[in-house]
């Protein structure tokens, strides 16, 4: 894991779309994180590196993935809704609860490796990620073009808007 870990998109609010897609990129880059830090832990341990992954893991997938979840929920799904594509957003809606779920069976091990413990990522990391992929595939192919489509200019304004308010 030498080097950068991670090289942020930068975009603001005032592009809400955007900015969701900036937010995927940095759950990708989280989620090839994940990978790097499983196979680190089987060849070195819970050493600093280790622990400074998974406290950026546990700081992510705690504070900033729900803001963004709760982004779509709010802006996104009511748009697919309105639109006719009730099944989509509804998929993308327990998908949302299944990588909750997927994320809280991580967690602990990951708080493990936080403090120094050499454990085994748990909870079908794997799979959850697979999730996270797959997710985020249907809403850029399918979901934000459809959501970007039917807002204008104000709605698109207002939308950044409450999603810079809530995390204030």
Not at 20 to 26: G, K, S, T
Not at 55 to 79: G, N, Q
Not at 137 to 149: L, S, T, V, W
Request: charge should be negative; aromatic fraction near 6%.
């Amino acid at each position: 894991m030498n080097g950068p870990l991670l090289n942020s998109p930068s975009v603001g609010f005032e592009q809400p779309f955007e900015m969701l897609q900036a937010c995927h990129e940095r759950v990708l880059q989280r989620l090839d994180l994940l990978e790097r830090l499983d196979a680190h832990l089987l060849s070195h341990g819970a050493d600093a590196q280790a622990q400074g992954a998974a406290s950026d893991l546990l700081r992510y997938f705690d504070l900033a993935a729900p803001h963004h979840h709760e982004d779509e929920e709010r802006h996104v799904l009511p748009r697919l809704r309105a639109q006719g594509h009730v099944l989509l957003a509804d998929r993308l809606a327990a998908e949302h609860r299944e990588m909750h779920a997927g994320w809280l069976a991580l967690r602990s091990a990951l708080l493990s490796v936080q403090c120094g413990q050499t454990v085994a990522l748990s909870g079908n990391w794997r799979d959850w990620a697979a999730l996270y992929r797959r997710h985020i595939e249907a809403e850029e192919g399918d979901a934000f073009p459809i959501a970007r489509a039917a807002s204008g200019d104000l709605e698109r304004n207002a939308m950044g808007q409450e999603m810079a308010a809530r995390r204030r």
